[in-house]
């Protein structure tokens, strides 16, 4: 318990929490696995390693100190041991529940670091919230070893949203193909009817010369577009 003024005993006395409410409080010590709060009530605060992240063997240490500022939600006013059982993290899945709603119906662009890596897909964390990307959304290319990706700072988007079946799913694959689909339109801009330009075909590179120039090329029509290059 902190050490605190006759008058902050009187008044924290009197002051009620539920189960589910939500606090601040200050950190007056930490653990490696535990983070103790002076919430203005009788008994402090705790908020253990597995209610702060997800992410496993973290020192808490290194990411709180004493004297910073918490919010967290009550999970059990009493313990067994007399202290009152915080979450931060349920407070900021919520807080990232609603970031990610916000997120799905304007179509933003998130980034976030890859977290786990899974047979199917990869897993993001966004504000303690996970988004699954399958691997078929991942790139706009068969990978065969998602394991690179691991740690990998990726952008994607929301294109399903379903926080009651834990169903909130992103997709990467939309934006690379846009991004190569804005890159070919530049391209395309820049070249001119009698530009000789370097094609690959198969495993060989030749240079033809350009004898039409589309926006959108069936691959029935490529062969008719170019010539070869005197």
């Known amino acids: 318990m902190s050490e605190m003024s006759f008058e902050q005993m009187l008044e924290e006395s009197l002051k009620t929490i539920r189960n589910g409410e939500v606090v601040e409080g200050t950190v007056i010590d930490v653990k490696p696995d535990e983070i103790i709060l002076n919430i203005g009530y009788k008994s402090d605060g705790i908020i253990t390693r597995n209610e702060y992240t997800n992410e496993p063997n973290v020192d808490l240490t290194t990411v709180v100190k004493a004297g910073d500022t918490l919010e967290a939600k009550v999970v059990k006013v009493n313990d067994g041991e007399g202290q009152v059982l915080l979450s931060y993290k349920r407070l900021a899945a919520e807080k990232g529940n609603k970031r990610l709603e916000e997120a ?120 008719t577009m170019y010539e070869a290059a005197v």
């Open 104 to 223: 799905f119906e304007n179509q933003e662009i998130l980034k976030a670091k890859v977290s786990q890596v899974l047979t199917g897909g990869v897993c993001v964390n966004v504000d303690e919230t996970r988004v699954f990307i399958p691997a078929s959304l991942v790139s706009d290319t068969y990978e065969k070893d998602l394991s690179k990706f691991k740690d990998q700072e990726i952008e994607f988007v929301i294109t399903e949203f379903d926080p009651r079946k834990r169903r909130i799913i992103g997709n990467r694959k939309t934006l690379l193909l846009a991004k190569k689909a804005e890159l070919q339109k530049e391209l395309f801009a820049k070249i001119k009817v009698g530009d000789v330009i370097e094609i690959t075909l198969g495993s060989k590179s030749v240079k033809v010369k350009v004898t039409e120039v589309k926006e959108v090329v069936r691959k029935e029509d490529a062969a």
